[in-house]
């Protein structure tokens, strides 16, 4: 452990202790002896005589004091107590009501499940982060479609651990650490210096990710029979996205940017027919995005700005950028603004300034969610026989070939072919999740 008790109950963390003076375990209040010579690498406090009545084992790893290091010291290895138990949390968050357990070293499934009961019942969430870089550089864990996962040889802890089933506990997995602390970077840099030429897939390995910081995934879904396939949310987290979450960084004017310099990826939108889409603008009525052939009436036509013919977009690689929004504003161009909040989809919705007459904070309009529905809701609307979704948040595709309310009913699940492309599908079906939430478009159907 890293924090104990002085003789006067005050929490010392084990750089601040000092020799000759007496510490005490938080849990079982056992005398504690100071672990800070060179022979151990980590500095800790350990037990003098006898274990610790605490039946749980914590990971006393580097990888895992790195991560705790990172939420402030009041947080960290916080003892709680419940029938009688006392154990501590890694990290507590008593505003939020959050516990995050950082586990690098082998766990007992009982002992993950018996945590995710003790905090659970004293009502925390439970946010676990499984260290996984190992198995995932040495090609175990396969992201070999999208967002779904292979593991070669899963992990028992987490064995009939099944995500939609537990909304109280979140799952990361660290797949990818710091290029200094990557095995694989730090030997092909050695190869290197030795003069020794790289083949071509340790180049490209080593061009990918010899700068690459802590990389996590969020995982959503496995099935019962445990974890050799699960999905993600799509989305990579580093770690500062996880403690700034609950512990904001303070904002400074090196934050900021110039007005003129924001702008909005658009939102693909689709008529019903699917002859054509368009890029939706996250403003009002008044700048509604679309190309000549949308099919409106002509009345309508004056209050269209199609935005492959708008002064206010610009396109990079193939994607539309819209900056309407911020020129409504009527700021000086050179104005520095503070990006304050962000809507679920990533449009802006709040800016800070500060010029001679104080700070002022701008609240901006941006689309509303109600636009987006569930996959049976669109398969109801559309009448569809076969059909192509979007996933707004994700951006990946996925092609239905029957009712996927009927799917559910008959098997619990809803089964479909993934693709990052429309227009491309592999043979093998997957199962869909997230189909129920409001959060997916219709982008062809029969």
Known sequence: MFFAFDLDGKRVFIDEAERGKEYFCPQCGGRLVIKKDGLVRIHHFAHKDSGCSDSWHYDMSEWHQRWQSRFPAENQEITKTYNGQKHRADVLIESHKVVFEFQHSPLSAEEFHDRNCFYQSLGYKVIWVFDVSGQYNNGYIDNYKGNLYKWSYPMGTINGFVPKENPGIELYFQIQNAADENPRIILLREKLEKGIELQKDEEDYLEEYKNDNEYLIKITWAPQQGFSRFATDGCGYDANDLVERFFPSPKTVNNCVRVDGLCDC??????????????????????????????????????????????????????????????????????????????????????????????HVLSLQTFHASQFKSIFELWKEYNCKVAIFKNLRTGYFVKIGRDPEKQYKQYGKVYGYFSKHQYSFGKVSAELYGCDKPEWICVWNV
């Open 266 to 359: 658009l939102i693909e939108s689709h008529r019903k027919d699917h002859t054509i889409y368009y890029s939706g603008c996250p403003i009002s009525s008044t700048h509604l995005c679309g190309n000549w052939d949308l099919d409106i009436s002509e009345s309508e036509y004056t209050r269209i700005r199609p935005c492959n013919r708008c002064d206010y977009s610009m396109e990079e690689e193939g994607t539309l950028f819209c900056r309407k929004r911020f020129a409504d504003l009527q700021l000086p161009p050179e104005t520095m603004v503070e990006v304050t909040k962000k809507d679920d989809y990533g449009f802006v919705t709040e800016l800070m300034y500060i010029d001679e007459k104080g700070k």
